[in-house]
């Protein structure tokens, strides 16, 4: 396996893009520029805390005790290597519903373009490296509690099979950063952290939706060619349709990832314009959560704790109101509204018909006629928010209900697999337990009916209902450990979570619901911004 000088890097984006000229790296409006220049700033003690190996792979890169030391330096920004080519991508974006103007990487930099052995291409970015010239009034610094976070959760999810950008390392700095973590006036030092995402591109909506904004339509339609010939090119060349057909692929892949984030139980916090992936990947792990009690108005994110624009529930409407804000900016490019609606149309298509085959399969059922809705799913839902249920575990529990020969199970025989998933078994009342109970019966009734044998039933569930997710008190227990120096438990879970579906034996700490002093603790229950 070759090492990091052997890195071939393309960087198409510093090449075939319009740059800023002014390379002073001082915080300003940069216009009619897609990026600005800027290296990373170097820390004064980079260690490595964890990598995945895996994307390490896809990069063509092991890591190994020879090269652990040069790694934590590249990674942890103290050296360019040959042909890495930095710069900050200049972005607006929408945040809470409200036009922000120009946000930008405001603590990312890109170190550059690699292609790999196949072929493949790789953007490589470092999260907290220090200020860009898009970094407003911040530090362009990142704390080591939410690098754990991103870098943990970007390796969980690509394993749990949702669309995402990845995560190579997470390199503790050494230095201290400062942070009011519930801005009210504590501010504390805080152990920093950068983190080395890796993606195919990290182009956003907002990048598009900067240069519609300004008007700036030159530039718009050159990075509207550039994604097309880069990430979209089995559409074609560049003409008002294949850019309304680009348009319509971002609307089905954004359904996709929003159909996995309900699927799995995910829920990202902040999606502003500016954190979504013109290649439907999930970015920007912020104040995300994963839903423990099944809560479809619960947010993790404490600056969102009042309109819960963000909530779990309001996740498919809001990323079609993205996706309508991206239209926007396409707009110029297309010259006709009605292609893009049709776009919006196809977003809501992808997204009902999916929702339907992925419930159908959580409870495994088989998928019936695509115009008949499930009425068993429309009853789950209530019945998990009754009383608290955790999600995960319930549909663990489910595939372990037994459907044949279930006419000898009485209620509490049947109930028993799902009792592991309430948070207070002793508040689960009679009437509760009743009314599951005669869910089940029909669940049991239309599993008989599709003639699944419980074994297959669930193998087949288990596949798509996890059993270890980033459950939030896991991450902060992790980073517990990690801000006092030990790195095990970050390991540990990145271990775990490689394997979402599968039981591992010794690990069942992992699968166990949120324990009751992470009810209300920070970190556990909600998060702010501050990170
Ligand atoms: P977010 O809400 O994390 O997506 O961030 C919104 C904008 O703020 C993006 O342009 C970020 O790059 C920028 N930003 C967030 N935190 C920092 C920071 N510590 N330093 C500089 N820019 C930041
Ligand atoms: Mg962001």
């Known amino acids: 396996m070759p090492g990091l000088d052997s890195l071939r890097f393309t960087n198409r984006f510093t090449r075939e893009l319009p740059g800023d000229p002014d390379t002073r790296n001082l915080r300003r409006q940069v216009r009619g520029a ?66 922000a103007g ?112 300004r008007e700036e339509h030159d530039h718009l339609r050159q990075l509207a060619d550039y994604t097309l010939r880069h990430d979209y090119p089995h559409l074609g060349q560049p003409c008002a349709e294949n850019y309304a057909a680009m348009f319509n692929e971002v609307c089905e892949r954004t359904a996709t990832m929003i159909l996995h984030w309900m699927r799995v139980g995910f829920v990202h916090g902040v999606m502003n314009t500016d954190n979504m992936s013109i290649l439907g990947l999930t970015i920007d792990y912020g104040p ?101 249920t955790d999600m995960t575990l319930f549909f663990r529990g489910l595939a372990e209900v037994r459907c044949e020969g279930a006419a000898m199970v009485d209620d509490a025989g049947m109930l028993a697999p799902l009792e592991p998933a309430f948070y207070q078994p002793e508040l689960v009342d009679e009437t509760h337990r009743k009314l599951l109970a005669g869910w089940l019966k029909q669940y049991q009734a239309r599993v008989r009916e599709d003639g699944t044998p419980d074994a297959m039933r669930r193998e087949s569930m288990n596949r798509v209902n996890p059993l270890y997710v980033l459950r939030n008190y896991l991450a902060q227990l992790a980073i517990d450990k990690a801000e006092h120096g030990n790195y095990n438990l970050v390991r540990e879970l990145l271990e775990v979570l490689r394997h979402p579906y599968t039981e591992q034996p010794g690990k069942e700490s992992f699968a166990t619901k949120r324990p009751e002093w992470a009810r209300s603790r920070a970190g556990c229950s909600m998060l702010s911004c501050s990170s």
């Open 34 to 99: 897609c990026w600005s220049r800027v290296s990373p700033t170097a820390v004064c003690k980079p260690e490595l805390v964890a990598h995945a190996w895996e994307v390490a792979k896809l990069l063509d890169l092991e890591v190994t005790a020879d090269n652990v030391v040069a790694f934590a330096e590249v990674f942890g920004g103290n050296r360019l290597l040959e042909g890495m080519d930095s710069f900050a991508m200049c972005y607006g974006g929408h945040q809470f519903g409200n036009w």
């Open 102 to 213: 120009q946000l930008g990487d405001g603590r990312a930099i890109n170190l550059g373009e690699v292609i790999n052995q196949r072929g493949e291409h790789w953007t490589l970015q470092l999260k907290g490296a220090g200020p860009t010239p898009y970094s407003r009034t911040a530090d362009g610094l990142a704390v080591l509690r939410s690098s754990v976070r991103e870098f943990l959760c970007s390796e969980a999810m690509h394993h749990l099979g949702v669309p995402t950008t990845r995560a190579l390392s997470l390199v503790a700095t050494g230095e201290s950063v400062v942070r009011d973590m519930f801005y009210d006036g504590n501010p504390k030092h805080e152990p920093g952290a950068v983190v080395c995402r890796v993606a195919p591109s990290f182009v956003r909506f907002g990048n598009f939706q900067i240069f519609g904004a």
């Open 288 to 388: 995300y959560g994963w839903l423990e009690d099944y809560d479809p108005d619960w947010t993790p994110n404490t600056t969102d704790a009042q309109g819960k624009r963000y909530r779990f529930g309001a996740q498919p409407q809001i990323a079609l109101w993205n996706l309508l804000q991206l239209g926007n900016a396409f707009y110029p490019l297309v010259g006709d509204a009605k292609p893009l609606e049709a776009g919006l149309d196809r977003y809501a298509a992808v997204f009902q018909q999916g929702q339907r085959a992925m419930m159908a399969s959580k409870l495994g059922l088989s998928s019936r006629d695509a115009a008949e809705e499930e009425p068993l799913v429309a009853e789950l839902w209530p019945l998990l928010n009754a009383v608290e």
